[in-house]
């Protein structure tokens, strides 16, 4: 049996990660969950391995505790990505969109602790089987590039099926989620959609206020058909984007082209531009859940003290059963 408990192979104090959002986790957002506990993660993205030296260097000088990078596999600069990565004395380094197989040797032989987000019992067994130090599943109510299974079903049978770490990514908005996962055999959680509007994120205003209005109901998966569904704020852009992708499903051959026109810098402009139009506005369906910007060591602190409460109440409502 290995070291199952993530804050000491960490060394964080809370199993609370911060998911890599695309132009969101910066070495603003990184390093003020670090300082307040948790594991600050920078996304990279579509970053040449240039901008991701800068940011890598912006979180250092910010703090001194543990951090993560994430590497979107996605990125065609990914192999410089990984380079720089293993030059900058980064510890810990998660991935997304894809298999991190083929650089793994090359993060073990740096020292550095790797932890792939997957969407499958298959690659997770993989990943464990190629030496990851831990996995993060993440379920389809995340926002973003996702999967097809929903966190509730996933994790299980992730837990059941490696003798690794796993943390629980999708649907955990508070710490009521966060003891749903730990009950479900989760080691700890990554969090998105709640640090977008953290204090420290600086996500445009109104993309925060966008996810502070949003109901349970309005989130949609785009691009289905281009093989890369990712989960938005439903908006005008995903109106046209939807009604493109329906005309087009079912054809021998389907025109993508206007849909990639459409999705060009799309994110960009609802984080950086706060166009809440013609943005996507990458969010999970727990954006219902959010009502207000607090800082990330409010977010982390009321996490642990309700997974506390529901672990106590439960403990109370079941301890005596039987
Ligand atoms: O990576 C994410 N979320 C992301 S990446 C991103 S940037 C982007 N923008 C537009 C289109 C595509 C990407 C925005 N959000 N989350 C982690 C994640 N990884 N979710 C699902 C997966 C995943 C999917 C397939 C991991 C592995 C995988 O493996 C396929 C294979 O090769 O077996």
């Keep these: 049996m290995c070291e199952k408990n993530i804050c000491k192979l960490l060394n964080i104090k809370y199993p609370i990660f911060q998911g890599a959002m695309a132009w969101v986790a910066d070495a603003s957002l990184a390093s003020a969950v670090s300082n307040a506990g948790g594991l600050g993660i920078i996304g990279t993205?579509?970053?040449?391995?240039?901008?991701?030296?800068?940011?890598?260097?912006?979180?250092q000088e910010k703090t001194n505790k543990p951090f993560g990078v994430n590497i979107m596999l996605l990125n065609p600069h990914v192999d410089e990505v990984v380079d720089v990565?293993?030059?900058m004395n980064v510890k810990v380094v998660t991935t997304g969109a894809g298999s991190p197989g083929k650089y793994m040797a090359k993060f073990k032989a740096h020292?550095?602790?790797?932890?792939?987000v997957v969407?499958?019992?298959?690659?997770?067994?993989?990943?464990?089987k190629d030496g990851a130090d831990a996995i993060i599943i993440e379920g389809m109510e995340a926002g973003g590039h996702i999967g097809k299974l929903t966190t509730m079903a996933l994790l299980?049978?992730?837990v059941d099926a490696v003798d690794i770490p796993v943390i629980a990514a999708g649907g955990i908005g508070d710490g009521r989620g966060m003891a749903a996962a730990y009950a479900l055999g989760a080691s700890g959680v990554q969090v998105g959609?709640?640090?977008?509007?953290?204090?420290e994120?600086?996500?445009?205003?109104n993309f925060k206020q966008a996810i502070l209005k949003a109901k349970d109901i309005d989130t949609v998966i785009t691009g289905q058909i281009t093989g890369h569904p990712v989960r938005v704020l439903r908006n005008k852009l995903t109106q046209t984007y939807l009604h493109i992708e329906r005309q087009e499903t079912g054809k021998e051959n389907p025109d993508l082209s206007k849909l990639d026109a459409l999705g060009k810098g799309a994110l960009r402009r609802?984080?950086?531009?706060?166009?809440?139009k013609h943005g996507s506005m990458m969010a999970g369906q727990i954006a219902g859940l959010i009502h207000k910007e607090e800082t990330c060591q409010e977010i982390i602190e009321s996490y642990i003290r309700e997974c506390q409460h529901v672990c106590q109440q439960q403990y109370q409502l079941w301890g005596n059963y039987l």
């Design 45 to 59: 993205g579509h970053d040449s391995s240039d901008i991701v030296a800068l940011k890598i260097k912006e979180v």
């Design 85 to 87: 990565i293993c030059q």
């Design 111 to 116: 020292g550095i602790t790797v932890i792939p």
């Design 119 to 128: 969407a499958s019992v298959a690659l997770a067994k993989k990943m464990a």
């Design 156 to 158: 299980p049978q992730v």
């Design 193 to 199: 959609t709640r640090f977008v509007v953290a204090k």
């Design 201 to 205: 994120s600086n996500a445009h205003p």
């Design 270 to 276: 609802a984080v950086v531009e706060g166009d809440t």
